[in-house]
């Protein structure tokens, strides 16, 4: 009995290997100094795809926001406001530009924080 224990963990060792060899011939390998000073390689996390667009979409969220407190702050409350008046009474392109531009609470509050460094 004790023979075919070891048998299959020596066989589950190995699996785990191949397994490991396989992901970083696919993904590459980093080395890692561990706690006795030996380097080891480990193989790369590769990133779900899931993530690749989220971040973009988080950066470009992020930078329509940025554009947005700074329009605010070089024109003004009123005149920015103005604008999106003008484009709520536009056609279709106009009306969704309006509403991706219109001024919501982490605009407003982004412009008040950078408005003093402005001018």
Do not use: C
């Not at 795809?49 to 926001?65: D, S």
């Amino acid at each position: 009995m004790g023979s075919v224990k070891t048998t299959r963990s020596f066989e589950e060792r190995i699996r785990s290997i191949d397994r490991n060899r396989q992901t970083m011939d696919a993904n590459g390998y980093r080395a890692v100094m561990g706690r006795d000073g030996l380097l080891q390689m480990k193989a790369k996390r590769r990133m779900p795809r899931l993530m690749l667009p989220l971040r973009l979409l988080l950066a470009a969220a992020i930078m329509v926001t940025v554009f947005k407190v700074f329009l605010l702050l070089r024109l003004g409350e009123g005149e920015y406001l103005a604008h999106l008046d003008s484009l709520h009474a536009g056609g279709i392109v106009e009306r969704a530009g309006a509403w991706v531009m219109q001024a919501d609470v982490v605009t407003l509050w982004l412009a008040q924080l950078f408005a003093p460094i402005v001018g």
